[in-house]
């Protein structure tokens, strides 16, 4: 498949899915929801994503995430219940850039029944720029964008914007709310920004299960090597993992990282074979990747799940931080 014409067509998919295909959408929800009462109910596909809309909406909305905690959402094939409750919903959010593969057409089939739906990631049609390529298939954008705290900032306007079009009379409350998880965001990058500058150079090599953490690369100068590729959807093989053995033995890196939706076998694989070759390798620790912690614990919170991973891979590597991460809640109040 063509590059150029793949990434246009993906902003296509984009741009449609985030209007909810508003031409063909009932009066009712063109309008907007001034003539009804909330709670409105909202489905998005991720927790990270879930977490914007509450931060922003407030008691307005009622908020589900359909994947929960170690749901790897690459592989996930949506339900019965969940086609209901995208049916049911007021507004359906998705982070978009492919990360839902299997749920892309039904995600179209909602907009097409006039359901607003929007993608978190909607920004790339303007920011195209700050998009990451997958490295083994340039064909397909990287959709991890919340592992860079600005990133995900921009996907917190995507946000406020899609609430205030469904709800106008709450503008206000929306853009205060928004303002005010943005100042908790801008303290969440400055912490991985610094915490992960701690680290001593020589050792700021991040080696996990697949390649989630580009974006975190980016953003906070850190070496990042995956086993896997973007998508999980793809197994590694023999080379793949011959080849990551080869890397931490020559580099001499101290630990490898799991990640809580994706099988550890791999790892597990290199450690091995690192082993054979007479360099220990130590886990690191578990990561969130592809969904955050369990439901009602400060790491099954966006803030927490960056936390968590920045706290874990800084003080693995050599570097300086809170043993309870930022705010000193991670492992509970």
Not at 78 to 96: C, H, K, M, S, W
Not at 120 to 129: L, M, N, Q, S, Y
Not at 185 to 205: F, K, N, Q, T
Request: net charge negative; hydrophobic share 40%.
């Amino acid at each position: 498949m063509n590059s150029i014409f793949f990434r246009f067509s993906t902003l296509l998919l984009l741009a449609a899915l985030s209007l909810g295909m508003s031409a063909c959408a009932p009066e009712e929800q063109s309008s907007g929801a001034t003539d009804r009462e909330g709670p409105f109910k909202v489905i998005t596909t991720t927790g990270m994503v879930a977490d914007l809309v509450r931060a922003v909406g407030g008691e307005h909305f009622e908020v589900r995430s359909l994947l929960g905690e170690g749901t790897d959402p690459h592989e996930y094939s949506p339900t019965r219940r969940d086609v209901v409750a995208l049916q049911e919903a007021d507004l359906i959010f998705y982070n978009g850039l492919m990360l839902e593969g299997k749920m892309t057409d039904i995600l179209v089939r909602m907009a097409r029944r006039g359901q607003p739906v929007y993608a978190a990631t909607e920004f790339v049609e303007e920011r195209e720029d700050y998009l990451l390529m997958d490295e083994d298939d340039d064909d397909y954008f990287d959709p991890h964008v919340w592992m860079d705290v600005q990133g995900w900032i921009l996907a917190l306007d995507v946000v406020r914007d899609a609430l205030t079009e469904f709800l106008p009379a709450e503008e206000a409350t929306f853009r205060q709310n928004a303002d005010a998880f943005r100042a908790e965001l801008e303290e969440l990058d400055h912490y991985s920004r610094e915490a992960i500058a701690s680290i001593p150079e020589e050792r700021r090599v991040l080696v996990t299960a697949h390649d989630a953490f580009q974006y975190m690369s980016r953003a906070y100068d850190i070496e990042v090597r995956g086993i896997q590729g973007i998508s999980t959807e793809t197994e590694a093989g023999v080379r793949d993992i011959e080849d990551v053995v080869r890397f931490v033995t020559e580099r001499n890196i101290p630990a490898i990282f799991v990640e809580t939706s994706v099988s550890d076998r791999n790892v597990r694989a290199v450690i091995e074979g690192a082993r054979a070759k007479g360099h220990e390798i130590q886990i690191g620790g578990e990561l969130f990747s592809d969904a955050m912690g369990p439901e009602g614990t400060y790491e099954g919170t966006y803030i927490g799940m960056i936390d968590h991973n920045v706290t874990t891979i800084v003080r693995s590597l050599g570097g300086e931080a809170p043993e309870r991460g930022m705010q000193g809640r991670l492992g509970g109040e």
